[in-house]
């Protein structure tokens, strides 16, 4: 019988009893759990593939935004993610991703920030749609990025 007196053997490997060590201020709290779960039951109802479409037309207008002020811009996206890079060339690997225009990034970080968009501060970060996001808040985004200078 283990350190956790009979119980599930995978217990055992939890500290104090074996090498796995988990804390965290909500860890294994029934609250927490059942807020979790809770959670989980909802996305399963949710509808990805629309949240994908969603997230590629957005990304894809906003891109285009981006190339009317004359600035190079790939977009690379799957699902809900996608992180947009300021160079000429297809981004599918690290070199492609090295040769963004960091400058150019950040001066559009910066005017977004500014109108109150906040986006990843790193450029080969993702940007993520999510369920919660409105048109009002996809809106407001397309809107800030046409006022961006470059």
């Not at 956790?4 to 490997?13: D, L, Q, R, V």
């Not at 225009?101 to 500014?114: N, P, S």
Request: proline share 3%.
């Amino acid at each position: 019988m283990g350190c956790y007196g009979g119980k599930a053997e995978i217990m055992n490997h939890m500290a104090p009893c074996g090498g796995v060590f988990q804390a965290g201020t909500l860890s294994g709290n029934p609250v927490a759990m059942a807020a979790g779960l809770a959670t989980l039951k909802r996305l399963q109802e949710c509808d990805y593939d629309a949240l994908e479409k969603r997230t590629l037309a957005f990304a894809e207008e906003l891109a285009g935004i981006i190339r009317s002020k004359g600035k190079p811009v790939q977009l690379v996206h799957t699902a809900s993610a996608f992180t947009m890079y300021f160079t000429e060339e297809p981004v599918v690997d690290q070199r492609g991703s090295a040769a963004s225009d960091a400058d150019v990034y950040a001066a559009f970080w910066q005017q977004m920030h500014k109108q109150g968009v906040y986006l990843a501060p790193a450029g080969f970060e993702c940007t993520f749609t999510s369920f919660v996001h409105g048109d009002e808040d996809l809106e407001k985004t397309l809107e800030a990025a046409k006022n961006v200078q470059f």
